[in-house]
C-alpha cells in the first residue's frame, strides 16, 4: 500500500486529502481573480460597449469546459454566458445526455459582446486569451468543447467547422477538444441541428473516460511530473484512456454517477 502523498504503485505519488484540498482552494480563488479581473478589463474595445463582462460560470471542477465565441445581447445584459435561445438549446441537449447546465463550466473566448453580434477581432481575440488560457489552467478540464468557429479555431488551426464538427483530438495537458458547431448556428440551420445533437452524444463516453482517468491519477497509479491537479492521459486517435494499470478497465459507480451529477463543491457564480 502506497504511503499518502509519498508514493503510490510503481512508486507513483498519491494525492493526500490536504493535498486536494489545497488544490481546491488555489483554483478557487485563482478563478475569482480571473472574473474580477474581466468585470473591469480595460483591454481591447469592446470595453467601451458593453453592458456587463462576462467571464463565464459554471462547476469548475467538471472535466468539461464549453468555450463559445462570445457574449450575444442576453449575455450582455445579465452578465452570463448563453442565457438567451442558444443557452436553452445547449441546456436541453445537455439535458438529454444526462448533464445539467451546472454541471459543466461555460465561457467564451472573448467575454465582452462584439456590438450587433459580429465576429470577434483577431485583436479583440489575443487581447482576451490570457483570461481563457488562465481558465483552462485553474479548471484543468479534460475535455474542451468549442462551440463554433471562432472558439474551434483556437484548437483545430485552419479547420473548417463543416469538416471538423464532432471530432476531438488531443490536445495535450491530457486535454481533448471537442467540435461543435455553436447553438445558434444550429438554430438556424436544422442540417446543423441534427449535426449538433448528434456530435454532442460523445461526450458521455468521453466523461467516463476521464473519471476513470481522474481516478487513476488520483489512487496513485499515474502522476504526470509538473501537472498540479490530476490530467495526464492519451486520448489520441479515440483509443480508450490507458492509465498505467488495470485501473482504467471497467467504469465505476462512482464515475457514472459523477459524471451525470455536478460536484455543488465546485460551483462558481461568477459574476
Ligand atoms: S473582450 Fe476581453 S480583452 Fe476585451 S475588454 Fe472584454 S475582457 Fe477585456
Redesign the pocket.
Known sequence: MAEAGKGGADGKRVWTAEEIAADFERRTAGLKQVEAE?LG????R??QT?TH?VPGEGNFRSVVLFVGE?PGAEEDRQGRPFVGRSGQFLAENLQRIGLRRADVFITNV???RPPENRD?EPD?IA??AD?LTRQIALINPRIIVTLGRVSMSRFFPGASITKVHGQYKNIGGGRVALAMFHPAAALRNPAWKEMFEQDIEQLPRLIERAHKANEAVLRGEALPAGVPHPGDVDYSEGKPAAPPSAAASAPTDAASEASAKPNRGGQMSLF
Not at 41 to 44: E, T, V, Y
Open positions: 474581466v478589463c480595460p483591454r481591447c469592446l470595453a458593453r463582462a462570445g472573448v467575454k465582452c470577434p479583440e487581447a482576451c483570461y
